[in-house]
Every structure is written in C-alpha cells, then in structure tokens.
C-alpha cells in the first residue's frame, strides 16, 4: 500500500468529514487525507489554478454528489475528460438516493457508488471496508506522466 498518496475527500458537509476522518483513524488508514468543500476546489487541486501546480494525485477520490459551486456528476464528468485525471480511482460517498445520480456515476465511469450510512458504526465499517479494498487490495493503474 502506498501511505504517502493523498486521499482526496470532497465534501461539502463539515460533520461528514469529521464522521470520515475519525474513521480512517479508526480504520488506521495512515494516509493523508486532503479535504476540499466544492467541486470547483476539487478540480483546482487536481489541475492547478491559474498559474499554481496541482497537488499530488490522490490513491483514491471520495465524491459527494450535492456540492456547491459545481456538483459532484460534473466533477466527475470533467476528472474523466482529462488525460491527469482519467483513471483516477473515484468512489461517490453520498447520501443521494436517486437513481439517476446512481447511473450517471457509473455512465461517467465512477468506480463505485456508496450511500452514506447513517450510524456512526456503520459508517466506520463502510470506511473500512474501502480502506481495505481500494487502498490495499486494488491495483490502480500507473500515475500518467505529468502534462
């Protein structure tokens, strides 16, 4: 397992990323996590702002759908339209029931669709079983060369 790759967290809701990061402790995921609120700071910190770099690219990208600024189908449309960002491993973490949120994640090729539980317990099991599975189990695919 790569524990220097970054976990990137979009996540709007400040008690779900509290909930999420007291899980991964929990879990012992020993990752850093980076946590921006909206779609658009998701897209500047994996493309850069005009005239910055962009931030490491993350082992693994959690989702929300119901952003600000820019929703997460959006985001997740435009990770896949760039060569950086195509094959970034991306789990929608949401707490959308909506079954056209569910089918456009995987039309844009989302790697997996969780809905949030609502127990603590719960929650922290969820975050375990993808700690395990995407950050130990899962091969991703080779970082792209930097463009």
Known sequence: MNCTA????????????DLTLRAFRKQNVANPVVVVRDGVEALDYLHGREGSEPGALPLLVLLDI???????????????????TSLLNVVVLTSSKEDEDVVASYELRANSYIRKPVDFDQF????????????????PPPVPAQS
Do not use: F, K, T
Not at 6 to 17: F, G, N, R
Not at 66 to 84: D, K, Y
């Open 6 to 17: 970054p976990i990137l967290l979009v996540e709007d809701s400040q008690d779900d990323v």
């Open 66 to 84: 119901n952003l600000p600024r820019l929703g997460g189908i959006e985001v997740l449309r435009r990770l896949r339209a760039h060569a950086r």
């Open 124 to 139: 922290v099991d969820v975050i375990g079983h993808l700690g395990l599975y995407w950050l130990l189990l899962n091969q």
